[in-house]
């Protein structure tokens, strides 16, 4: 069993930058593929990024290419999200998702755990 941990949410401007880290206990970590989902109010859960277990392969949902970094670090158990150039449309709860495996997984169905989410507002 994984649990998960998310932080780093908040209340940021447009055009701001927030770093959310998600932290697993448990064991085998590093067979875990990861994703950064989030969901917006009164939407459903979208991908937001992707990250295998080596940290070698990425993906990233159109909407936040190049604004929005994922990595892992491994050795700390933590995955990160780095999000810059935030807009209001950035406005969702974000959860980390992990589930065995050595690609790397855009749909929400693929995961196995979740953490409990972590609100990033952006006010317009």
């Known amino acids: 069993q994984v649990q998960l941990v998310e932080s780093g949410g908040g209340l940021v401007q447009t055009g701001g930058s927030l770093r959310l880290s998600c932290v697993a206990s448990?064991?085998?970590?590093?067979?875990?593929?990861m994703g950064w989902f989030r969901q917006p109010p009164g939407k459903e859960h979208d991908v937001v990024a992707a990250i295998s277990w080596s940290g070698g392969s990425t993906y990233y949902a159109d909407s936040v290419k190049g604004r929005f970094t994922i990595s892992r670090d491994n050795a700390k158990n933590t995955v990160y999200l780095q999000m810059n150039s935030l807009k209001l449309e950035d406005t969702a709860v974000y959860y980390c998702a992990a589930t065995k495996g050595s690609g790397v997984y855009s749909k929400a169905i693929s995961y196995e755990h979740w953490g409990q989410g972590t609100q990033v507002t952006v006010p317009s």
């Open positions: 448990g064991r085998t970590w590093g067979s875990y593929a």
